[in-house]
């Protein structure tokens, strides 16, 4: 299985510009895992937590992705703990979802819920400007455009620099840049998930960082012998790994923010920028997903 071959993989895997004037590496984190069961209280294992946190620079990892509801609020302080001021790197947050218990979420868009939000998103993080803040859902029992309107509002403001969206279709991207640049859509996608294809091609097409979330899952793909079981045998890697591998080479918007709380997942996880696949191998891995996937 592949393990980390330099100081800092994550700085060979390219750049991209969020918003036009953020570069990360392509290859971020994503900070919901560091939480309790059903992502809610405290994780298990704070310490290790922490030590994740801080080995995320050290292997070039500029880009971190938490939400206020993961914990909630517990993402937030454990990254303010570990890596406050966070030189050189962007953490991003969301905003738009209450939590009533381990795996509940419900939205919610109203605009003055979303500033309370991102004030304290502030607070917690001891940020003066949160560089990229995402809407997490659009809440459906406020008219959408009041939700643009109070993300505009904040931009505006100065309390966030560039602002996104989570789980939206074309058309609501569309809707929305009426209203403020998107600079960002995180969309669940992953080999088997292809759902989100239309609006990936639409973020590349627009120079909108496409943050997938679920990005390794590889359903029946990952069964021993097959596809991507004999293609992970091939560069010596795990499954995980060459799912990646696969995000990483579909789009040069693509931002994969596989998430964990161990260092040595977290490793395995920046060792798979070190993988080239064939172009042979991403067509054959691109067909046999796109099969697996379920139609919108």
Not at 153 to 173: F, K, N, P, T, Y
Not at 268 to 276: G, P
Request: proline share 6%; aromatic share 6%; glycine share 8%.
């Amino acid at each position: 299985m592949n393990a980390v071959s330099s100081p800092a993989p994550a700085s060979e895997v390219g750049t991209f510009k969020i918003g036009g004037d953020v570069t990360v590496h392509r290859l971020g984190f994503g900070a919901m895992r560091i939480t309790g069961r059903g992502i809610w209280g405290a994780p298990a294992d704070p310490a290790e937590c922490l030590r994740t946190l801080r080995r995320l620079p050290e292997l070039g990892i500029d880009f971190i992705d938490t939400a206020d509801s993961y914990g909630p609020n517990i993402s937030e302080h454990l990254i303010r703990e570990a890596l406050h001021p966070y030189k050189n790197i962007l953490v991003a947050t969301k905003g738009g979802l209450v939590r009533l218990g381990p795996d509940e979420w419900r939205p919610l868009g109203r605009p003055e819920y979303l500033r309370q939000q991102v004030l304290m998103s502030l607070r917690f993080l001891d940020l003066e400007q949160i560089g990229l803040w995402q809407l997490h859902r659009i809440d459906p029992a406020v008219a959408r455009d009041e939700q643009f309107g109070a993300i505009k509002s904040m931009l505006d403001d100065g309390l966030i620099r560039h602002a996104g969206l989570s789980e939206v279709s074309v058309e609501e991207i569309k809707a929305a840049q009426k209203v403020f640049p998107v600079a960002t859509v995180q969309n669940r996608f992953n080999l088997v998930d292809r759902k989100s294809e239309a609006v990936l091609d639409y973020c590349q097409s627009q120079d909108i960082g496409f943050i997938p979330w679920f990005p390794l899952a590889a359903g029946d793909l990952a069964k021993p012998g097959g596809l991507l079981d004999k293609v992970a045998a091939t560069h010596t890697a795990s499954a995980g790994q060459i799912a990646l591998a696969w995000m990483l080479k579909r789009s040069p918007v693509m931002l994969p923010i596989p998430g964990t709380s161990r260092v040595s997942h977290l490793e395995q996880n920046a060792a798979a920028v070190d993988i080239i696949l064939t172009d042979q191998e991403f067509n054959d891995l691109d067909r046999a997903g796109r099969a697996l996937s379920k139609p919108a």
